[in-house]
């Protein structure tokens, strides 16, 4: 109990949850505005603007920085673990979702030529992000660090 009772004083672990759901909140109304429906998939899904994965990141890092000093060792790990997630996100998990688009349009293809030869589902296209997305998704996890601690 003990963990739950620390865990619920943890200003910046709440300060992290919040950039997180502001930013896949974001995405909910993006998707309802842009593509006229309601996605609510969207709310936990990755991928799109802003990235949820580096506005949780920067906010831990900024979070860190505002209470441990932005010269302390702790801050330091918090931005170079920011930097790596941010990196992931508009590398190597945007790359997986180049690819499964190919992939998936190949299946399509052969599908109608050949039936019943890939009984495979559709893979996940939207998986990383682009350079905007990550910038937006760290901004607003800055901002909202700023303002909660």
């Known amino acids: 109990m003990l963990f739950f009772s620390k865990l619920q004083q943890n200003e910046l672990f709440w300060t992290c949850v919040l950039a997180w759901f502001l930013a ?12 006229k ?30 209470i441990k000093g932005y010269d302390s060792p702790m801050f330091a790990m918090c931005l170079i673990f920011a930097l790596i997630v941010m990196y992931d996100a508009a590398g190597v998990r945007r790359a997986v979702g180049k690819q499964a688009k190919i992939i998936n349009q190949m299946v399509e293809d052969l599908q109608e030529h050949k039936s019943n030869v ?28 700023n303002i909660m601690i």
């Open 24 to 35: 896949q909140l974001i995405k909910v109304i993006l998707t309802f505005f842009f593509k």
């Open 37 to 66: 429906t309601l996605d609510l998939s969207r709310f936990v899904g990755s991928g799109g603007m802003p990235s949820s994965h580096s506005s949780f990141v920067t906010s831990l890092a900024t979070g860190m920085g505002i």
């Open 118 to 145: 890939f009984n495979e589902k559709r893979l996940k296209e939207l998986v990383g992000h682009t350079p905007v997305e990550v910038f937006f998704g760290a901004l607003l996890g800055i901002i909202v660090a």
